[in-house]
């Protein structure tokens, strides 16, 4: 009896032993079962403000234009692409295009006629430190529709907001309300001749990002630089915006004269003369044979 009593208890004490050692074994199973799940992390959801800013890249056709005896006028093709676009197709309308081509600023003086004894004469006049000798708005749709007056002035983009800088002299000899309507006289001549011009739907986008668009140049515009700039706006607020450079050079026989009449006036004006008395000389001539 006291030995079947010794053996039961030696069995309880090395179940006990065993018990934990097994359990032990059992945790390590199952740390071992979820280290080999994977572990899927959601990433953070993206918003507006974390996406990288649009910016629009933009250039020209040609840097250089040669004015030459035969020029008849020629064209700017300015192409850019968005960089960043979240637009969906090219005809979404979600982004808006401004191109600006605009001239050299240049003295002008305007003169005023009335109406003195049944004769039309000039009453006055007004003079302007510096005009653009060309300006030129193109866009994908009219401007008012996507921009505020306060920013286009800001930014000197459309006819109303061209930069015209009155003389002093002749600024405080006229009231606010002249010197606005000089300046509407300014852009009507300017447009009548061709070298202010609006094209409310002269940029195409040609893709998600992709644009273009096309500005005249007349024969009568003025030989220099030309300024190519680039808006891009976004529910009424400007994104980004860039800047090329364009410019018109006289070659061949046109910048030979133009440089010999700038740097010996007087010569120039001689030979002038000369060729003219010329011209006339052996017109005559030929005419008289004829007549004989």
Do not use: H
């Amino acid at each position: 009896m006291r030995m079947a009593a010794a053996l039961i208890a030696g069995a309880s004490i090395l179940a006990a032993a065993v018990a934990p050692i097994a359990l032990a074994e059992t945790d390590v199973a199952q740390l071992t079962a979820k280290s080999k799940r994977k572990v899927v992390v959601e990433p953070p959801a993206v918003t507006d403000t974390q996406l990288p800013a649009e910016r629009v890249e933009a250039d020209v056709s040609t840097r250089t234009i040669a004015i030459t005896s035969g020029y008849s006028g020629s064209e700017i093709l300015v192409f850019g692409a968005i960089e960043n676009s979240r637009q969906p197709s090219a005809e979404s309308g979600f982004y808006d295009v401004a191109v600006v081509v605009e001239g050299a600023p240049e003295p002008l003086m305007v003169r005023k006629k009335g109406r003195i004894g049944g004769l039309w004469v000039n009453t006055s006049t007004f003079n302007f430190n510096s005009v653009p000798s060309y300006y030129a708005v193109a866009s994908t749709r009219p401007l008012e529709e996507f921009a505020s007056p306060a920013l286009l002035d800001d930014n000197g983009i459309g006819l109303d907001a061209v930069r015209m800088a009155p003389a002093a002299d002749s600024a405080v000899r006229v009231s606010s309300e002249d010197l606005i309507a000089f300046k509407d006289a300014v852009r009507r001549l300017k447009q009548s001749a061709q070298l202010f011009k609006r094209d409310d739907y002269g940029v195409i986008f040609t893709g998600r990002s992709l644009f273009r668009s096309t500005i005249a140049l007349p024969a009568t515009v003025p030989v220099g630089p030309l300024s190519a700039r680039v808006f891009l706006f976004q529910d009424g607020k400007l994104l980004s915006r860039y800047q090329a450079r364009v410019v018109l050079e006289r070659e061949g026989i046109e910048r030979w004269l133009y440089a010999f009449a700038m740097d010996r006036p007087f010569l120039y004006g001689l030979v002038a003369v000369l060729l003219a008395v010329a011209t006339g000389l052996v017109a005559s001539a030929l005419f008289r044979r004829r007549l004989a």
